[in-house]
């Protein structure tokens, strides 16, 4: 059964740091590109970043560029999103997202939740 | 950045009723245009991309259609498990953004 699982989230104060994780299975990892998607409580979809299968040309939206770093272990089927100097508005649900084609996503996880107060 | 707008914001409708989404591009996206579908604790589910190919395992009531600036998801005849939040999103151009969503409740 292909599946993505996060996990890593939790509360933390702004100004701080977290890393969240993304364990893959089922399929094969390192030839599918990934993202992080996130949802504030009560709001929409946003996408926050994009990495490849490797790890070449990684995307980033505005609002976390210079502040979010996403990577990937390809040999452990993970992918990470370090998060510093976290806002507020960076509370949210954050989904990690398996690429079909294109950048839409056909795959994912049940989502990590992080708390920024 | 391109700006998807959905509408209506929300359609009530029966179960066995049609229902027609709208998303609207700022700008033109060609065929590169996905449908989600969300429920109340659930992840995003993809029920369309290209604009109008079916995901696997998406019943043949869901389908997609348009093409620069304008799409459309239909929904046959609604089956009680369809009433959802669905979410569009482009993926012309970065950034990637998605629409605001629509809501389809039981009337």
């Known amino acids: 059964e292909v599946q993505l699982l996060e996990s890593g989230g939790g509360l933390v104060q702004p100004g701080g740091s977290l890393r969240v994780s993304c364990t893959a299975s089922g399929f094969t990892f390192s030839s599918n590109a990934m993202a992080w998607v996130r949802q504030a409580p009560g709001k929409g979809l946003e996408w926050v970043a994009a990495?490849?299968?490797?790890?070449?040309?990684?995307k980033y939206a505005d609002s976390v560029r210079g502040r979010f770093t996403v990577s990937r272990d390809n040999s452990r089927n993970m992918m990470y999103l370090q998060m510093t100097n976290l806002r507020a508005e960076d509370t949210a649900i954050y989904y990690c997202a398996k690429d079909i084609w294109g950048w839409t996503f056909d795959v994912w996880g049940q989502g990590t939740v992080v708390t920024v107060s | 950045e391109i700006v998807l707008t959905q509408s209506p914001a929300t359609q009530s409708l029966s179960p066995g009723e049609r229902a027609t989404l709208s998303c609207r591009a700022s700008?033109?996206?060609?065929?590169?245009l996905a449908w989600y579908q969300q429920k109340p604790g659930q992840a995003p589910r993809l029920l369309i991309y290209s604009a109008s190919q079916r995901a696997t395992g998406v019943p043949a009531r869901f389908s997609g259609s348009g093409s620069g600036t304008d799409f459309t998801l239909t929904i046959s005849s609604l089956e009680p498990e369809d009433f959802a939040l669905y979410y569009c999103q482009q993926h012309s151009k970065w950034p990637l953004t998605f629409g605001g969503g629509t809501n389809v409740e039981i009337k």
């Open positions: 990495i490849p299968s490797t790890s070449r040309d990684i």
């Open positions: 700008q033109s996206v060609g065929s590169n």
